[in-house]
């Protein structure tokens, strides 16, 4: 079993960003990343802390605005339509989840799609699930790179993503069927799921439930990729695959932490800067 090290690419993709952003900032042109918190789940604000370090340490402009849980929806959306015709920001983003009194949907589909790195609004799914991606959502975004990182060819490759949600298992499998693979998109109410997931070459685990995925759900040899992040009765964090149980079966497979966690942040970082990049040519 070889660990599919998610921590040491990103901060390696790190330091070439750098680079690029500096080659950009020479160009007259510096990155922007606004991002946006509503309420204070203490998960979101660690994330979005790291966000705003790292788009500062890449050489970003960035500033995190930080809302009450109780601003009406209009007035968040009002704040996105500035935000939008706000040229220094490229890129804008607002943390998931949002308080209950507000639409997800309505406030994804008024982030400019231009500037959604996210990738999260319905103009750009459409654009991926297309095959003509342009802003895409990090979290699979970063799997393909790491993917790519360790050599896995998955060209007639049977991949099964178990999770359906929009920012992981939807666009997930249209980016390895668009390189080739054959993709079954599984989920809770999935029948058979272990058998199933036994047939993969590479399964992608993004269900939210802890330790879910045991040795039986694993084919000897797999690529096995888990999103999960989940809190066991100690507090600890830990993945929706049984990591000590799984590990000696398959080929490759990611650590929780230290695996598909800081891609995402690198992910967003890197389109971020393409984004500011594309501003050159318009
Ligand atoms: N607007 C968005 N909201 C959310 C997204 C998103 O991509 N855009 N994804 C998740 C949260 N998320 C980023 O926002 C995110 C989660 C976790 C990590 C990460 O680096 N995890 C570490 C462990 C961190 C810890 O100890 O708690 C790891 O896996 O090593 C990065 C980004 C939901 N909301
Ligand atoms: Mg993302």
Redesign the pocket.
């Known amino acids: 079993m070889t660990l599919i090290d ?2 040491a690419l990103a901060d390696k993709m790190a330091v070439a960003l750098k680079d690029k952003v500096a080659d950009l900032v020479a160009k007259g042109v510096t990155p922007g990343l606004v991002v946006v918190l509503v309420g204070e789940n203490p ?2 604000q ?3 802390r ?2 705003e370090r790292r788009a500062l340490a890449a050489g970003f402009k960035s500033e995190i605005i930080r809302l009450s849980d109780d601003i009406s929806e209009q007035d968040l959306l009002a704040l996105i339509d500035k935000l939008n015709h706000d040229e220094k920001w490229h890129g804008i ?5 949002l308080p209950d009194h507000i639409s997800e949907e309505k406030v994804l589909l008024a982030i400019d799609p231009d500037k959604d790195v ?1 990738g ?1 609004h319905p103009t750009n799914m459409g654009l991926l699930w297309s095959g003509s991606p342009v802003m895409v ?3 699979p975004a970063g799997i393909m790179v790491m993917l790519e990182e360790y050599g896995v060819d998955l060209t007639g490759k049977t991949a099964v993503v178990i999770g359906r949600s929009n ?1 992981v298992g939807k666009p997930m499998a249209q980016m390895l069927l668009d390189k080739n693979a054959t993709v079954t998109i599984a989920h809770s109410r999935t029948k058979n799921l272990a058998a199933l997931a036994k047939t993969a070459d590479v399964l992608v685990v993004a269900i939210g439930r802890g330790n879910f995925v045991t040795a039986d759900f694993v084919k000897p040899g797999a690529v096995v990729i888990d999103v999960g ?1 989940n809190r066991d009765e100690n507090g600890k ?1 830990i993945g929706d695959v049984k990591f000590d149980e799984v590990e000696p079966i398959a080929s490759l497979i990611t650590p ?7 891609m ?2 690198t992910m ?1 970082m890197e389109q971020t800067y393409e984004t500011a990049n594309r501003s050159l040519d318009k």
């Open positions: 998610g921590k998960a979101s660690v994330y979005v790291n966000k983003l607002v943390q998931l989840p996210d999260f959502p990090s979290t920012i992040m964090l929780v932490p230290g695996g598909v966690g800081p995402t942040i967003l």
